[in-house]
């Protein structure tokens, strides 16, 4: 899925995502009911499967796209074998976790619901109890995904592998507007550098004009070489704690070396 920043489209992403993966398998069922057409559902499958072949290679389109005839190729398969007594009905619970790990676990919930929405109609069926037994461990998607994702992440940012710029939740109660904006990572440290780099312009702008008398260029000097030095120990602070690599170290060092 295609990244934006923009505060709108993402909002508008967030909203659209769960309504289409809720949708979509009331979309395809709807389908795979219509007389005559069950016996093509398969082929359906399989023309899917093979455009996702073929564009697995030409990388000519976004996951987006490709998580979408995923899900087609999926419920198309499911759907023509007997849907609630099919075969792949374990495929549902993969393709329900794997919605929640692309996207959000909203996305998951939605997709769970319009199944469990569906399969509903078919309680009884077999039996009561089994039946029953089965959509609540279709439901059981929802915590799973959301359990499974949120420790892979974790363990992802401890290996250095990702960043989470925002831990879930709502803020603690009582806390304030500057601290709200200080739980994104991002934001703390460009609060944090402001600082520094507001020391190194003031010191540049004044030797730049010249007004410093020689007691204040004394002055002057060791305060923009303490914020520098300052800037270069948050950066690699951050570097450290985020990346696997110490680029800025490193290149320091080299720097230090090629001077001596």
């Keep these: ?33 219509l007389p005559g057409v069950n016996r093509l559902t398969p082929f359906l499958a399989l023309v899917l499967v093979g455009a996702l072949l073929v564009l697995r290679f030409s990388a000519r389109v976004g996951p ?17 074998t007997g849907w609630f007594f099919s075969p792949f009905f374990f495929a549902l619970y993969l393709l329900g976790i794997a919605l929640g790990f692309v996207y959000t676990p909203g996305v998951a919930v939605a997709f769970t619901l319009a199944l469990i929405t569906l399969f509903a109609f078919s309680i009884g069926e077999v039996s ?5 037994l089965t ?4 439901l059981s998607v929802i915590p799973i995904t959301m359990g499974l994702r949120r420790s892979f992440l974790l ?9 989470i710029l925002e831990a879930e939740g709502k803020p603690p109660s009582g806390i304030t507007s500057l601290d ?3 739980r994104n990572q991002v934001n703390r440290v460009g609060v944090v550098l ?17 007004k410093l008398n020689e007691p204040e260029y004394q002055e002057t000097l060791p305060r923009m070489r ?20 110490v680029l800025l170290g490193r290149t320091s060092r080299d720097t230090e070396k090629n001077a001596d």
Excluded: C
Aim: glycine fraction near 4%; proline fraction near 5%.
């Design 1 to 33: 899925m295609v990244s934006s920043t923009h505060p709108i489209s993402a909002r508008r992403r967030r909203i659209a995502l769960p309504l289409v993966y809720f949708l979509l398998p009331v979309a395809v069922f709807l389908v795979t009911s």
């Design 64 to 80: 987006t796209v490709t998580v979408l005839l995923w899900t087609l190729a999926v419920l198309s398969l499911v759907g023509s």
């Design 128 to 132: 009561p109890t089994y039946d029953f």
């Design 135 to 138: 959509l609540l461990s279709l």
């Design 155 to 163: 363990v992802q940012q401890e290996k250095k592998g990702i960043l």
């Design 180 to 182: 709200a904006i200080l």
């Design 194 to 210: 402001r600082q520094p780099l507001t020391y190194v312009k003031q010191g540049l702008a004044l030797l730049a004009e010249g």
């Design 226 to 245: 303490k914020a520098v030095e300052d800037l270069f120990t948050i950066v690699k602070e951050f570097e450290s704690g985020t990346t696997k690599n």
